[in-house]
């Protein structure tokens, strides 16, 4: 069992469901991404920590994309989101958000998408 599968045990949430079925797609989006705790919520690594779930959100899921543990001073190249499921906090983060496990299954497609396209550029 990874570290990360401790934590969600160990989580009180009544979001678990939610955060396993987004973990999963996050994760089977590239064969590269791998997963840690990281700032106390589950987050995800290729080349650089790039999302992590906000476990704090007041309903739903949310998963922050950023550019890692370290302020990067090179600008971040545009990001394919045809589906307008990023929500922009800055001009290298932003967010995603889902209302439940409906909202997360039909938009499965889209997340895979969206985090093919930010690994890409970082």
Same mark, same amino acid.
């Given at each position: 069992?990874?570290?990360?599968?401790?934590?969600?045990?160990? =989580?009180?949430?009544?979001? *678990?469901?939610?955060?396993?079925?987004? &973990?999963? #797609?996050?994760?089977? /989006?590239?064969?590269?991404?791998?997963?840690?705790?990281?700032?106390?919520?589950?987050?995800?690594?290729?080349?650089?920590?790039?999302?992590?779930?906000?476990?704090?959100?007041?309903?739903?899921?949310?998963?922050? =994309?950023?550019?890692?543990? *370290?302020?990067?001073?090179?600008?971040? &190249?545009? #990001?394919?989101?045809? /589906?307008?499921?990023?929500?922009?906090?800055?001009?290298?983060?932003?967010?995603?958000?889902?209302?439940?496990?409906?909202?997360?299954?039909?938009?499965?497609?889209?997340?895979?998408?969206?985090?093919?396209?930010?690994?890409?550029?970082?």
């Amino acid at each position: 069992m990874s570290s990360v599968d401790d934590f969600i045990v160990a =989580l009180v949430s009544p979001r *678990k469901a939610e955060i396993e079925a987004v &973990r999963q #797609i996050i994760l089977a /989006s590239h064969p590269e991404i791998s997963e840690g705790i990281k700032w106390n919520a589950p987050s995800f690594f290729y080349k650089d920590w790039f999302a992590t779930f906000h476990l704090r959100a007041k309903s739903g899921i949310q998963i922050i =994309l950023h550019r890692g543990a *370290k302020i990067k001073t090179a600008p971040m &190249r545009e #990001i394919a989101d045809p /589906s307008g499921l990023l929500e922009w906090l800055a001009p290298d983060r932003a967010t995603m958000r889902f209302a439940d496990i409906d909202a997360i299954e039909a938009r499965r497609g889209d997340l895979s998408s969206v985090i093919r396209a930010w690994i890409s550029a970082l």
